[in-house]
């Protein structure tokens, strides 16, 4: 009787705590703030459609369409903008309320082919290694700042030119997930070139750009690099043309409103340490 009763017990313990894990992997680190056109995010085999104050998880993949843009805000205050056609992805983000949660806190995300800014907030002024971004030819460290970035896509996904393929992933009836995972793959052989720039930010703290020959180049304000598959990594300069060119497809909107939906799970504030939401406001870690 007492073997049944403890198999019982553990039984009901291992299910109230994968409960608790399904209901934590399951609050938003974000939601959009602002959104034009078609938006999409695939998530553990699953397609969504994205528009303003729609939740944003750990694990998504976002694209946007052709004509199209996004604006998303997370928990600490980071604010993510993307312009049309763009590959993005919440590769890890945890964010704590507390300096005492300071090593703790983390952020990833993944560029694919587009346009991108990005204004960072509380988990980068707390440590400021602890934000990072991925692409196809190198990785950023983010040191409290504002960062533009331009992908080049690739010139054909499965023998399709890279635009028709996204495009077939807002097709009715698509598999989005599958085909996102191709656009990635793609891009991640194959994206010819990048650019990234230091819009904003302190003059103690640079950008890093590390790219896949392991060359690491520092960018203060105002600076940026360009990066080739063949030759990785140029040294430090002005910001391209192209760059700022393409930079006024994702503009930041720093007016937009903070979704209702966003105060109730994550605080009043984001981004702020004396927050009036839960003392845990982060998402898990996706690989």
């Not at 990635?184 to 930010?201: C, F, K, L, T, W």
């Not at 105060?263 to 009043?268: A, P, S």
Request: with cysteine.
């Amino acid at each position: 009787m007492k073997t049944k009763f403890l198999f019982f017990a553990v039984l009901m313990f291992s299910l109230l705590a994968f409960q608790a894990l399904a209901a934590d992997d399951a609050k938003p680190v974000g939601y959009v703030q602002e959104a034009k056109g078609q938006a999409l995010a695939v998530r553990g085999g699953q397609s969504r459609e994205l528009a303003a104050k729609g939740p944003v998880f750990v694990g998504d993949t976002v694209a946007t369409k052709a004509e199209s843009s996004l604006q998303i805000m997370f928990s600490d205050g980071t604010i993510l903008a993307m312009g049309p056609e763009s590959l993005f992805s919440v590769d890890e983000f945890v964010n704590e309320w507390g300096q005492d949660k300071t090593f703790s806190n983390t952020a990833k995300f993944t560029y694919g082919p587009g346009v991108f800014r990005a204004v960072t907030g509380v988990i980068s002024d707390r440590n400021p290694r602890a934000f990072s971004v991925d692409t196809p030819l190198g990785a950023i460290g983010i040191r409290g700042t504002e960062l533009g970035s331009l992908v080049q896509a690739p010139a054909a996904v499965n023998g399709k030119p890279y635009s028709a393929a996204l495009a077939e992933v807002f097709s009715a009836g698509a598999n989005a997930a599958g085909l996102m995972a191709s656009l990635r793959q793609a891009a991640m052989a194959d994206v010819p070139s990048e650019a990234h720039g230091h819009i904003n930010g302190t003059a103690k703290r640079p950008l890093a750009f590390t790219d896949k020959k392991g060359k690491t180049v520092d960018m203060a304000v105002g600076q940026g690099v360009t990066v080739s598959r063949e030759r990785g990594a140029s040294e430090s300069g002005p910001i391209s043309n192209e760059l700022d060119k393409q930079l006024k497809t994702a503009p930041v909107k720093t007016s937009a409103k903070v979704p209702a939906a966003f105060k109730n799970t994550l605080g009043d504030t984001p981004g702020s340490n004396n927050n009036g939401g839960d003392s845990d406001s982060g998402g898990g870690c996706s690989g």
